[in-house]
C-alpha cells in the first residue's frame, strides 16, 4: 500500500534562510507521480508540483526546488531565501491505484520576520 | 479562468442534523473530488465523481453521500451528524480519472454542535 510520511511536524526559520521539508514514501509500484501542496492559513490547497518518477532531475522554479531520489524515497523540498508569505502547511502526496492522493501529515513551516 | 468554488463558507450544525455543501467545478474540468481535514491533519478522500458517477469512494461511512451534475458541479451531503463530523471539507477538480493535479476550492468549515 502506498504510505507518505513527512517526519517533520514543525519547522520555524527566520525569513531569508533556506529550509527543506522532507518527503519519504512507500509504493510497490514501478511508475508512479508525487505531489507538493501547500495550504496557506486561508485554507486553499495549491498544486505547487508534479514529478514523474522516470524524472530523476531536480526541479526548480525560482526559490522552490525540488529534490528527487528514487534510491532513497524520498521527493524533498527547499526553500531558498524564505519569505514570510511561505508560511503555511505543506503537504507531500503519493497517487494509489485508483488515482486518489495518498497524503502525508503535513509539515507546518513557520517564517519569522 | 473560473477556480473551483465552494459554498457555505463556514457553516454550524447540531448533532443529528442534515448538511449539503456545494462545489462549482473549475471550468473545463469533468471530475470533482472532496475530502475531509481534521484540524491538524492531512486530507482525507472521502469521495470522487467522473461524468456524474461515483468513481472511488474512501473510507467514510454510507451517510455521507454526493451527487455530480451535468455541469460538473458536485455536492456533499452528510446525514445524521455527529460532531466527529466537524471539520474542513475540500473540493477538488481534476480533468479525467488520472494523476492530473487537483485543483481546490477554499473550503466549507463545518462545526457539528
Known amino acids: 500500500a502506498q504510505k507518505v510520511t513527512q517526519a517533520q511536524t514543525e519547522i520555524s526559520v527566520v525569513e531569508k534562510e533556506d529550509v527543506t521539508l522532507d518527503c519519504v514514501y512507500e509504493?510497490?509500484?514501478?511508475?508512479?507521480?508525487l505531489f507538493w501542496y501547500k495550504q496557506p492559513p486561508s485554507g486553499e490547497l495549491v498544486f505547487l508540483i508534479r514529478r514523474n518518477s522516470f524524472d530523476e532531475q531536480n526541479e526548480i522554479s525560482g526559490r522552490y526546488s525540488w529534490n528527487f531520489q528514487k534510491s532513497t524515497s524520498s521527493f524533498n523540498f527547499t526553500i531558498t531565501a524564505s519569505q514570510v508569505v511561505d508560511s503555511a502547511v505543506y503537504f507531500c502526496a503519493l497517487p494509489d491505484s485508483n488515482y486518489q492522493l495518498i497524503w502525508g501529515a503535513g509539515t507546518k513551516l513557520i517564517i519569522k520576520p | 479562468e473560473t477556480g473551483v468554488t465552494q459554498s457555505p463558507t463556514h457553516l454550524i450544525k447540531t448533532r443529528g442534523q442534515q448538511v449539503t455543501l456545494r462545489c462549482s467545478s473549475q471550468?473545463?474540468?469533468?471530475?470533482v473530488s472532496w475530502y475531509q481535514q481534521a484540524l491538524g491533519q492531512g486530507p482525507q478522500f472521502i469521495f470522487q465523481?467522473?461524468?456524474?458517477?461515483?468513481?472511488g469512494r474512501g473510507n467514510f461511512p454510507p451517510r455521507f453521500s454526493g451527487l455530480q451534475f451535468p455541469n460538473y458541479s458536485s455536492e456533499l451531503n452528510v446525514n445524521a451528524l455527529e460532531l466527529d463530523d466537524s471539520a474542513l471539507y475540500l473540493c477538488?477538480?481534476?480533468?479525467?480519472?488520472?494523476?492530473?493535479?487537483?485543483?481546490f476550492g477554499n473550503g466549507t468549515r463545518l462545526t457539528v454542535t
Open positions: 465523481y467522473y461524468r456524474e458517477e461515483e468513481n
Open positions: 471550468s473545463g474540468h469533468n471530475t
Open positions: 509504493t510497490r509500484d514501478t511508475t508512479y507521480y
Open positions: 477538488a477538480s481534476s480533468v479525467g480519472r488520472s494523476n492530473s493535479p487537483l485543483h
